[in-house]
């Protein structure tokens, strides 16, 4: 490389006289003509200066643009003219790494920026960088197990001004960790310190002793030294305050011997590593005291900050914490400045330490100002009021970030992270703290059109419309059509969080849904429908719609200084009509005791629920769409019967956790989530009344058990029924009431006593939701999942029949002995139990359904989108036999009576296989929790 300096000097006072005519920029391609003369501090017009010149050369050089550099002088009859010689540096045309098989580029590409390696494409070619970049990329490689790699770089010139770089890398053998020893270690085994070898410990089935050396990790000779300090670590948990562990020793050798899974010689390198210890004495710790303190500070609660007592051994991770713990302390009281250095003093008689922890206080700093940034729509006040710190008051940056949590509760930004969306600037001087909060504000309306087919909707179609930041003053306010199959909801709600400026949440809802449901469509049926029950049974069924119209109207606020704790009341109207399909449906609404007074097809109609519920409600979850931290406790007490004509009483606990997850311990930086819920609640009426069937608790589906069909993991029970039966010939003809005028059609029918089994519901709900959510991409989440739950008739007196109910069951005389000109004559008195019994097998069935399932959340119904599939290994499995009461005496002799009775058997008194599903695969747009 070529650097000339070529200016003919003249005499001082000839150079004096001359003049700059032009100054001339020769060789330039990519850098502009301008760029260059911006460089100079000649121009055209000064007087010619050989110092000034040099000056310029300097400067231009000093860039690193060029290779070569010349300024010539040439003299013209108006003065000088200085032609600038210039040749670039080529630019970075193609980067390539052939051989590199243990990491990716992206992962290169990283290191580069880690290290501040400026190497890129497009970039100017500089030597000294890619010595650089070699330098890097081999310190990569070693830390994959790859320490003798090589990598000698080409460059190829591609003309006119550009390079192709290639680093041609050997990666060579890949080296492992060998075998691990130490020497010293007299109280604590090997096998727990290699376990405290973070970086560096093989990979085995924890906490085994024959498998614990399984697989070997790949060795990094960088890490060894921080898996040195982890070992003496050990040791200081351990009480032995003064362990010291030396330099670790290694040796590379073959690793030889024969593969466990392709019985060839194993190839490669192995690196064994021993490490010599010395123990030292164990000692216990006697006390800790503190000094330096201004503030008026209890020393008591100072040393409830350590959680280790007087007299137990040594703990030098239980005492980092209590320091963690005390600066934490401090700072709620506006010390951010906080220091404190420990000093050990050991008495060696009593093998016991001491420490004495001097406190550097510093000046407490108060807030000075708060300013937001990103807030377009959403004012300033609606996020001043969720922040629990306010300007003049004591900075707390434990309260900062509770602010933070409460604010991405709200869900109208961004997530928001104190690190990456928040500033605090100090001023020392007048000790204030100013905070900045950038936020990022999501839309605020979701409009949107779906459809599909779930468990809970059947086929459906829906439109709906939210809004989470109503005018940007925090409302909510959406408004719903979904049109299904299974169901139809129409709703629209308001919600206020704040009113008068005050933490008191106000809302009401509209609603107007149609639920169907209809039981020889549940899985403990469905499999064997068609060969196992008959069209009569199927009548014996539950098959109703509930039609519902009502209103809510709800009012919620913080307990005082606990600001993620919330009570509340809602009052709630509405009113129901039930249609029933079968003659079972019939009998259990209209005979069960749910409304005083009321019975017979009058008790479908007009059920009026007038209800108040009193709830408690601790939520420090941080993101309500997507959790990754946090739990929420619910307990919730409904009280039915203030006016309306239904009682019962429904007590309600609920609770819910995220945790982040890295692999499958729990860590804060973890990229998985491992959520779990758990809902226990109970229903009962009072007053003579039972709880009403479409109240009681019917599981099953993707809102709790996703591997059974919605409303099918529930008891069943004997439900009794009067039916009238055709008197029917041998030949298939009925027997008519008038044999003259057969042509009438008029069959004799026979009143016979039958029960049907028929899924009730239960008065007590346990359920249970375990999920393991994989992040994939964007909004894609894997999860792997565990149902369990159980639904149970504890109170057989909420099975109960109302009298009117029972009277109408056991008031006629069942069956025809003997008939006369078309009329029966004579029957048998049945007198059926009045309360309802459940199902031996049926009850008491815990049932469990895990597997795995691919989320998608959709933007626009604010929904997961969910495929899943889910395997059952509890479910019911069970042969019922039905209770018959049919009796032969119940029927005419001769071959009428005998056809018809046998019949009758057939029909109404045959076993019932009752089968959950084994697996279920389903497509659906709902949420479990």
């Not at 050989?50 to 070569?68: A, H, Q």
């Not at 330099?247 to 590593?273: A, C, M």
């Not at 939520?619 to 019962?648: C, D, F, H, M, S």
């Not at 028929?758 to 008065?763: A, I, N, W």
Request: a positive charge.
């Amino acid at each position: 490389m070529a650097v000339v300096l070529l200016v003919a000097a003249a005499a001082g006072a000839l150079a004096q006289s001359l003049t700059i005519e032009q100054i001339r920029v020769i060789g330039n391609r990519r850098i502009p003509k301008e760029t260059v003369l911006a460089r100079l501090f000649t121009h055209p017009g000064d007087t010619f200066d050989p110092v000034s010149i040099e000056r310029d050369f300097n400067s231009l050089w000093n860039t690193g643009y060029f290779d070569d550099l010349r300024i010539e002088r040439e003299d013209s009859e108006k003065g000088v003219i200085l032609n600038i010689y210039l040749r670039e540096k080529p630019n970075i045309r193609e980067i390539n790494y052939k051989g590199l098989n243990s990491v990716s580029q992206s992962d290169v590409l990283d290191r580069f920026k880690k290290e501040k390696v400026p190497l890129s494409v497009e970039s100017q070619y500089d030597g000294t960088k890619i010595k650089r970049a070699e330098t890097v990329l081999k310190e990569l490689l070693a830390e994959h197990g790859h320490q003798f790699a090589t990598i000698k770089t080409e460059v190829k010139t591609i003309p006119p001004a550009s390079v192709q770089i290639n680093f041609n890398i050997k990666e060579g053998p890949t080296v492992k960790v060998g075998n691990i020893k130490f020497v010293g270690n007299q109280h604590i085994s090997s096998l727990l310190l290699r376990r405290s070898m973070k970086n560096l410990k093989p990979v085995g089935i924890p906490y085994s002793i024959v498998l614990e050396n399984l697989f070997a990790k790949t060795f990094d000779s960088s890490r060894l030294e921080e898996d040195a300090e982890r070992v003496r670590q050990a040791y200081r948990d351990k009480g032995y305050y003064n362990a010291a562990v030396e330099e670790p020793r290694t040796q590379i050798r073959d690793q030889g011997g024969l593969s466990l899974l392709t019985f060839r010689p194993n190839k490669g390198k192995r690196v064994d590593i021993l490490m010599p210890i010395e123990e030292g004495d164990r000692y216990r710790l006697s006390n800790i005291t503190f000094s330096g303190m201004k503030a008026q500070m209890n020393p008591r609660a100072l040393r409830a900050t350590f959680a280790i007592k007087d007299g137990d051994f040594f703990n030098a991770t239980v005492i980092g914490k209590g320091m963690d713990n005390l600066k934490k302390a401090y700072g709620q009281m506006g010390y951010i400045n906080f220091g404190a250095i420990p000093k050990a003093t050991f008495d060696e008689n009593k093998k016991t330490v001491a420490f004495n922890i001097d406190i550097d206080e510093g000046k407490p700093f108060y807030v000075g100002r708060i300013e937001i940034q990103g807030n377009t729509l959403t004012r300033d006040r609606v996020i001043r009021r969720e922040l629990m710190l306010e300007e003049g008051s004591v900075y707390n940056s434990q309260l900062w970030e509770l602010s933070l949590l409460r604010l991405n509760q709200l869900d109208y930004f961004d997530p928001l992270k104190v690190d990456q969306d928040s500033e605090a600037h100090q001023d020392t001087e007048n000790g204030s703290v100013d905070l900045l909060l950038k936020v990022k504000e999501k839309g605020k309306n979701s409009i949107g059109l779906n459809g599909g087919v779930s468990g809970l909707s059947g086929a459906f179609l829906g439109l709906n419309y939210q809004t989470n930041n109503f005018l940007g003053l925090g409302e909510t306010l959406s408004v719903q059509a979904n049109l299904g199959s299974v169901n139809r909801q129409l709703l629209f709600g308001f919600t206020q969080p704040y009113t008068r400026n005050r933490p008191l949440n106000l809302g009401f809802q509209l609603f107007d849904t149609k639920n169907d449901y209809n039981a020889a469509k549940s899985s403990p049926t469905a499999a064997t429908a068609s060969a196992n029950l008959t069209t009569a049974q199927q009548s014996l069924l539950q098959n109703y719609n509930n039609s519902t119209v009502g209103f809510n109207m709800s009012a919620s606020y913080p307990l005082p200084r606990h600001n993620f704790q919330r009570v509340g009341f809602t009052y709630s109207l509405t009113r129901s009509s039930i249609t029933a399909f079968s003659s079972a449906s019939q009998n259990l609404f209209q005979t069960l005791n749910f409304r005083s007074g009321i019975q017979g097809q009058n008790a479908l109609d007009g059920i009026i629920n007038s209800s108040a519920s009193f709830s408690y409600s601790i939520n420090t979850i941080n993101n309500p769409q997507r959790p990754r931290r946090g739990k929420e406790i619910t307990a919730v007490l409904q009280i039915a019967g203030i006016g309306g004509n239904v009682r019962y009483i429904f007590p309600a606990v609920a609770y819910k956790s995220f945790m982040p997850m890295k692999y499958f311990l729990p860590s804060p930086e973890g990229r998985n989530v491992f959520g779990i819920r758990s809902e226990l609640k109970y229903i009962q009426g009072f007053g003579g009344d039972v709880a009403p069937p479409n109240n009681r608790f019917y599981a099953g589906g993707e809102a709790d058990l996703r591997g059974f069909d919605v409303r099918s993991t529930t008891p069943l029970a004997y439900i009794p029924n009067k039916i009238s039966f055709n008197l029917t010939n041998p030949d298939g003809s009925c027997v008519p009431r008038d044999p003259n005028n057969p042509q009438l059609n008029q069959c004799i029918q026979v009143l016979l006593p039958v029960y049907s089994v028929v899924s009730v519901g239960g008065d007590l709900n346990f359920t249970n939701n375990m999920e393991y959510r994989i992040p994939i991409a964007g909004p894609v989440t894997f999860a792997l999942f565990n149902d369990f739950g159980i639904d149970v008739a504890a109170n057989k007196g909420q099975l109960k029949q109302s009298p009117e109910g029972a009277a109408s069951l056991n008031a006629p005389l069942y069956g025809c002995p003997v008939y006369n000109n078309g009329t029966c004559e004579g029957g048998v008195q049945v007198k059926f139990n009045s309360l309802i019994r459940p199902l031996a097998g049926t009850n008491f069935v815990p049932r469990m359904s895990t597997g795995a399932e691919l989320q998608v959340i959709l933007p626009i119904v604010n929904a997961p989108f969910r495929v899943y599939y889910a395997f059952n290994p509890l479910r019911l499995y069970e042969e019922a036999e039905g209770q018959n009461l049919i009796t032969r005496e119940m029927f005419p002799p001769g071959g009428a009576g005998d056809y018809s009775y046998a019949e009758a058997i057939q029909l109404y008194g045959s076993r019932y296989q009752l089968r959950d599903p084994r697996k279920t695969f389903r497509l659906t747009v709902s949420t479990t929790f």
